[in-house]
């Protein structure tokens, strides 16, 4: 991949998401080049010290959304990555995916994802490293694939840059020392036995944090209206046993 390629796609808005790069494996002078694009068009940084999240799903975390400057580990739900990711890029946080090249954008929107502040680099190869690090720098959140975890030296150098930088890392591997680690339990309704129309997309999203902290769980629903709290049900009562009782 050359330079005038990542500098097309900033050329024309329409182009979704705002920036992928393509090639297998992006030299040096493609990653910087990307970097460098990124601070060009970058108009919002996240403020303070906690990137949002949907309200539906804020509850999970203690101060309310992704703490900048921790990893966190996420299983292979597609569907989890876009809901961290929906409320950061709504309020114009920009947002890079690592090493997934099989995720679909439109699923992302669906989702409530601004693919407008959407990076995309579905196959860094050995790269990968490079890649991550220089996107580090500009954007808010970096969802990196299933890469092993690096040596605890390069893992205390990246977590000094997060910092730093105050960015937010989901990775897909098991880490050490994550902050948290967030898996989804999935439940379709409308499908039985393999046919019917899918209506609702339930998941119970869980947050399980270091040791010595207590895990927190969340109930959501995916529809054709997007994300929302799941409903709990209110208890039934035997009206003609309260009759009978009075």
Known sequence: MDVDRIEQM??????????TLESHEPTRADVQALRQRIQVMESTRVGSRVIPVHSAVSSIFPRGGLNTGSV???????SLLWVLLAEA???GT?????????????AAEELGVNVDRLVLVPSPGSQW???LGALIDVV???ALGAFPAPSERALSTLSGRLRERESTLLVRSSWPRVDAALAVEHQWDGVEQGRGILREHHLRI????RPGQTALSCDVVIDHGGLRTATRMAPVIDLAHHRKAG
């Open 140 to 142: 808010g959140v970096c």
């Open 89 to 91: 890029t709504q309020q």
């Open 206 to 209: 869980t947050a399980t944090p």
């Open 129 to 131: 490293m490079a890649v």
């Open 10 to 19: 900033f050329e024309y808005s329409s182009m979704s998401p705002a920036l």
């Open 72 to 78: 966190y580990s996420v299983d292979s739900s597609t």
């Open 94 to 106: 920009w947002c890079a995916v690592v090493g997934m090249p099989d995720l679909g954008v439109a």
